[in-house]
């Protein structure tokens, strides 16, 4: 069998083709081929979110997705959240409430917040920290990550 | 990069058993988030794979004209706790989808690779196993459907045969109408754990009576079990909270739990009586009960 599988995605709004080898992870094709750097590689078998993208709008763990099944899909990496240089609701929101500190975690919280505004539904406190539990965070207790969160989806 | 050696994707179900006749050695990917992090920890090495992914359809959660709902293999836990047809019908197994891993996992891990991968500890296979699921399966040598309690084989097998798919989870009509239930997880963690007790129960009660009562357990023995034995002594008995305390002590007859890092057989014996009372108490309660304490 070949190694190499040519494919089509769209990252952060912009089409992308190329051939990636079957072995890679999307978290491998987009740092180390796209350059899309602020893709974090964590624990790398999907437990602790920092390597979290949005495909079609759902939050992704993307070290245990084969780059080749991105082929026709829609992905949104942090990169692409602000626009034209202004900061989205979610980033400003986890400015506001402090919610970063060594920021590993950042990139993939602020995606999976991203993906809850964008259901236009509420949340429960309940329900928001079982929408984010899928990111460990080392640094904040979680408190000001969940402030951020929630502030957002009553804004 | 994983150790990967070829990947076939087909598009239809045809083709993909057509790939696995000729080529047995194929290992079937569904959402990756086990078989993936097995090649990663090297428990898995030189892989073939076939992946199902490309096969429309195969996520379709939909009730034929029957009654009976059928479960695309692929559909994902998260597609399943989202599903009006579920929460209406199966609120057990919405309850079951939403306690797998973290919501990344939920948006990748499928049902149908839970159940086949034969993990003791999957949320979904107790309530598939409560709520009487049978399985079906196809082959070059065409369809069958067997009970879900016939597809385990022992730890971490199932009895896939060579070159067969499991395509669609099947829930007779029987099997969920009228019922109340009750899953309960017990975990270390709430959210990213795996379950160091599965508890789920499914029953109908009439004048504040067990007509019907359904208990199955995961990780209480070497694969998901039923307990026959507290579920016919539950039959004709009333819900009251001596009689639910009676089907919990009864349950731990049916385990056969075992020391393991994650738990003792003491503790889990003593979770097995304790959350069947809590989940039985739970279902009596949702079925319009009153809540007995």
Known sequence: MDNYEKISMVVNGKNYSLEVDIRESLLEVLRNRLHFTGVKQGCSVGECGACTVLVEGLPVNSCIYLAVWANGKRITTIEGISKAGELSRVQQAFVDEGAVQCGFCTPGLVLTATALTQTGRKYTDEEIKREISGHLCRCTGYNKIFNAVKRVLNE | ?293
């Open chain 2, 1 to 293: 990069m994983y150790d990967i050696v070829g990947i076939e994707s087909p598009d239809t179900l045809e083709a993909a058993i057509e790939m696995l006749s000729n080529n047995p050695n194929l290992k079937i990917i569904a959402g990756g988030t086990d078989v993936l992090v097995q090649m990663r920890n090297g428990a898995l090495e030189e892989i073939a794979l076939l992946s199902l992914r490309n096969i429309p359809g195969m996520a379709d959660i939909r009730i034929m004209d029957n009654g009976t709902i059928s479960i695309g293999a692929m559909a994902t836990f998260a597609e399943i706790f989202r599903s009006s047809i579920i929460n209406e019908h199966l609120p057990v197994l919405s309850e079951a989808a939403v306690s797998v891993g973290g919501p990344q996992i939920r948006n990748m891990a499928t049902i149908g690779g839970n159940i086949c991968n034969g993990a003791v500890s999957a949320d979904s296979a107790t309530t598939l196993f409560a709520y009487n699921a049978e399985l079906k399966l196809l082959s070059r040598e065409g369809e069958r459907t067997v009970p879900i309690e016939e597809f385990y084989a022992g730890p971490g097998k199932v009895n896939l045969q060579p070159a067969e798919i499991l395509t669609a989870i099947l829930i007779p009509e029987t099997g969920y109408r009228k019922t109340s239930g009750c899953y309960i997880k017990h975990s270390t963690r709430k959210a990213m754990d795996i379950a160091m007790l599965g508890v789920s129960v499914v029953c109908k009660t009439a004048g504040g009576k067990f007509t019907d009562v359904r208990i199955a357990l995961g990780v209480a023995a070497p694969v998901p079990i039923r307990c026959r034995e507290a579920e016919a002594y539950a039959i004709g008995k009333e819900t009251s909270s001596e009689i639910i305390r009676e089907i919990g002590r009864y349950a731990v007859r049916a385990s056969r739990a075992r020391d393991s890092w994650r738990a003792s057989k003491a503790y889990r014996e003593h979770l097995i009586e304790v959350l069947v009372f809590r989940a039985l108490k739970e279902a009596v309660i949702r079925d319009g009960g009153e809540d007995i304490g």
